[in-house]
């Protein structure tokens, strides 16, 4: 009879990828979720250019004229309305200015208010102009709304690496908790199965799916907002792999001594949230004060994240995200060793 | 490859151990535990919950670091021969919750893959009767199935010894005469099973030789009927009479022909006895003259729980 070859990391591999595969709400968080929201987030951040200054012109005799006047102007909208109601607005800001058309043409506005200043120079340039003042020197224009420079430039890198994150750090520790409360690892240590076997396939068995998860966020990005890949792909690859591993390993971490999923949770929580919010997903982590910005910098999303900007809209090459990855690599390994010695079977 | 490396066969029994000891933190679960199992016997470690039986069969597994005392497997230890000892037992631990949405088949593939050598996974499968079952996820599965399937996980490695915790504790009385087959079967192929139940009728069906744990400690040890006939009587007679009649004094019931000892618990009397065609008699003679009626009367043939409430005074189970 003819022996049939056996590798236990092949069969534990396969266990994980299967089991992920037959969770069908796993399989939407991991994949569909992210397309989902980049798209979500895509569209309401869409860059429409400044809204256009809503101003009220009461009654007067000239009032129809005195609109039409502003109105020349296209980034202005003029409503005809009666004085108590033109107060009303401009009080509750629902207008920037309310214009008394008497001679002279009174206008009224709070200056404190950046949309009235901004309609003050707007409506007077306008009025001006129509009657018939002459610039003095020439000026031009140069209109810029650059691809790398909107919204959704800034974000997809950012949604890449809170998913590499999210799915690295749950995958790998509900897995193993849920192993560790059935006693199934106990039961695996009680077999010749050597422990790195098993660290082993979930790394494997998430890297099978890295490529998928991010491939489908990025091929999205390209073809829905037209978002740049200006460097290596090659490169890029990379930096995700990486990313993947360290966050494989943070997970195994944090899931390293826990029994339950409820306290394994918890501990995902406290170390994932304040990446949310310091690392540059959703905003810029600049935004946060100068005294903390070490601590941002030493987190492995926030170097991840900026690896990633670096490289897929700034088009830098790899080398230059060296220190960058060095961070992203020390985390890897650093919580890994610790996961192995912390590692509880039982 | 090194195969044959496997197989060495060192002297001495299947398993010994001496002297075992394991605390947790106040409480001693095992005490001062010594147990020897010859090879192809089927072993059994019999006791109420909480006697510290998992807690023996997990040291000798190498699951747990005894406190004290030595353990020694195919005359192998757990320091110096752990890597060839794992390859060499198949184990069910209790409670072990298999992967969910793995097939029956994937769930026995993914074990054997663990092993150096093996039975092929279709003749395991066929083995325990799980063949209709194969494509089936583990979550779809019986009690009864679940269990025969955490067997074959252990059966796959073809062991030298088996351990089984509980094997059959919660099934159905026809899942567990499935069970039953199997480890039979695994024993007519010279297989060592050690065993842990606190099912008597487990123990007197299966193992040759059982030993009786309270309090971590082994008080009585030998085969099924060894053990009963230390009781020095085959048959149990228990009766209960009617409230407020007195009860019997017990040099009068020690009188009767053929009883050896006697009992009382909680208004009920329980006789042990040699010939119960003679003590049956004599004692409806007795609750005659003395005016006593029976609310209750049973016997039965002596088993392993009459043994164990004979030396504790206690069930084996609450019931």
Known sequence: MSETRYSAIRELTLWRVREFLREPEAVFWVFAFPVLLSFALGIAFKSRGPEAVRVAVVPGPDAVVVAAMIESDSSVVAVLVDSITANNQLRTGRVAMVIIPTDPIVLRFDSTREESHLARLVVANALQRVSGRRDAIDLREQRVTEVGSRYIDFLIPGLLGMNIMGTGMWGIGFAVVKARSGKLLKRFLASPMSKSQY??????????????????????????????????LVGLSLIVVLGAMAFSGLGLLVASRSRTVEGVSGLMNLVMVPMWIFSGVFFSSANFPDAIQPFIRALPLTALNDALRAVMIDGEPLARTAGLLAVVTAWGVGSFVLALRLFRWR | MAANDLTTNGSGPAVRCRGLVKRYNDVVAVNGLDVEVGRGDCFGLLGPNGAGKTTTIEILQGLLPPDEGSVELLGLTWQRNERELRQRLGTQLQETKLPDKLSVLETITLFRSFYDKGVPVAEVLAKVGLQEKSAAWVSKLSGGQRQRLAVACALVCDPDILFLDEPTTGLDPQSRHQLWDIIQDFRARGGTVVLTTHYMEEAERLCDRVAIVDHGKVIAQGSPSQLIASLGAEHVVDFALEEGAAALPEPALLALPGVTGVHTDAGKTRLTVTRAHEAMPALMTLLRDRNAALTELTTHRATLEDVFISLTGRHLRDE
């Not at chain 1, 966020?217 to 740049?228: I, N, S």
């Open chain 1, 199 to 232: 660290l082993l396939a979930h790394i494997l068995a998430r890297l099978v799916f890295l490529a998928l998860e991010v491939g489908s966020v990025l091929l999205f990005a390209v073809l829905v907002f037209d978002v740049p890949v200006r460097g290596s």
